[in-house]
């Protein structure tokens, strides 16, 4: 399995994405501004894999500071924090990793821990945010081959597999897993301009699978879903609002509206670290501009005219309306959105109705009373809306408000 990010005695260790897939290359980093750099420069990218790579810089700087007074190690901590999580604004898992660590350094030392101690545990919470990532991106794509039929086409965007998380992958962690169940499954991976994640990263690790994979440039993606050539989307997400909007590279935004156009279900796959429960809409997802080389230029060959400028917002939002559902590690959550987040996220005394006393919240068992593998996909969060009652979407994949839309 491709793990991007590493930890251990020497430092942190990336695999250069922005060498692939002509060359495997590793930088090692031994500090947490190195981390943040390596973040901005897109050496690692995805967010899960960017918090994985915050936390371990983080742990990096526990390290170095270990020969400290308490107030000191704090003062650094602070501060390598605050380098890490400007690196990147849009990922939310970047702030949340970042936080983790540094929330679980403060109450070691509140225990009465050492200094030392309290970098070892560091280095120990770094290490789980990336195991336990894994473990996710497993669980999630058992539940999302669910959503995923034998012999389906899949058409995906940007890179959300293993190069882009700790390991296995978010939307390609499920058509992975439907493979591995024994379906057939082929893909269409979007190229993803201008930085080309499709076209270098998940065609290059799909290939390295085995899986069947085929890219097609951004603009054709259309056209094919209008000749019935796609049977499902499965994107990843950078951060998703309470409401359900989700924030990912840019261009899913029109994929979303043209897979609902012409009926085709449109799946997010990400971890619970990705939901933003302090952002209450996409209105409120600060989105990252990115330098205007990277459009203009390609391969260190300008494409544009002298004196033309460009824009690069590297992300963009799909309201939820566009969203058919969306996998978790803890299952699927349909609409309606705001309250089935809440429940997915434990805020339901907060922020939503009562959870129906016929719906399971057991989130843990591991079969349920059919036998099915991974019980909470049979759980409220697979289906149900607020009265309880599975609610699946038109048959068209459109919702009632279509008409307005597209007339």
């Not at 000191?72 to 999580?85: H, K, P, S």
């Not at 770094?126 to 058992?142: F, L, Q, T």
């Not at 085709?264 to 990252?288: H, K, N, Q, W």
Request: aromatic share 4%.
């Amino acid at each position: 399995m491709i793990e991007p990010v590493t930890f251990g005695d020497d430092g942190v260790a990336l695999l250069d994405q922005r060498q692939l897939p002509h060359q495997e290359t590793w930088i090692e980093l031994d500090s947490p501004e190195a981390v943040a750099t390596a973040i901005r420069d897109m050496v690692v990218r995805g967010a899960p894999a960017i918090g994985v790579a915050a936390g371990f810089g983080m742990a990096l700087a526990a390290r170095a500071a270990r020969g400290l007074d308490e107030q000191a190690f704090r003062d650094r901590l602070d501060a390598a924090a605050e380098t890490l999580a400007a690196a990147r604004p849009t990922a939310v898992n970047l702030a949340w990793a970042v936080e983790r660590v540094r929330d679980t350094v403060r109450r070691t030392l509140e225990d009465g821990a050492t200094v030392a101690e309290a970098a070892e545990r560091a280095e120990r919470e770094a290490v789980a945010i990336k195991e336990e990532d894994i473990a996710a991106n497993r669980a999630m794509g058992r539940h999302g081959s669910m959503l995923v039929p034998d012999g389906a086409r899949v058409l995906t965007h940007c890179n959300a597999g293993a190069l882009a998380t700790g390991g296995y992958g978010t939307a390609l962690g499920v058509v992975r897993a439907a493979v591995e169940e024994g379906k057939k499954v082929t893909v269409l991976a979007d190229e993803t301009r201008p930085y080309l994640q499709g076209a270098r990263l998940t065609a290059w690790e799909l290939q390295k699978d085995g899986i069947p994979v085929t890219v097609i440039a951004d603009s054709m993606a259309g056209s094919l879903l209008a000749r019935g050539e796609v049977d499902l989307v499965v994107v990843g997400a950078d951060r998703i609002a309470r409401n359900g909007d989700v924030a990912n590279k840019i261009g899913t935004y029109p994929l979303a509206v043209m897979a609902r156009r012409h009926g085709v279900p449109f799946y997010v796959a990400a971890p619970l670290s990705t939901f933003d429960p302090a952002c209450a809409s996409g209105d409120l997802i600060p989105i990252e501009e990115r330098p205007s080389e990277e459009v203009t230029h390609l391969g260190g060959m300008r494409l544009v005219p002298e004196g033309v400028t460009a824009r690069h917002p590297a992300f963009d939002v799909t309201p939820a309306a566009f969203v058919t559902a969306i996998v978790t590690e803890a299952g699927i959550v349909r609409a309606p959105f705001p309250s089935g987040i809440a429940r997915l996220l434990g805020l339901e005394a907060e922020t939503a109705e009562p959870i129906p006393p016929d719906a399971s919240t057991d989130l843990s068992a591991d079969e349920d009373e059919n036998g099915a593998e991974g019980a909470d996909t049979a759980a409220v969060l697979a289906a149900a809306g607020d009265d309880g009652e599975e609610s699946p979407p038109p048959a068209d994949g459109a919702d009632p408000g279509e008409e307005e839309l597209f007339s």
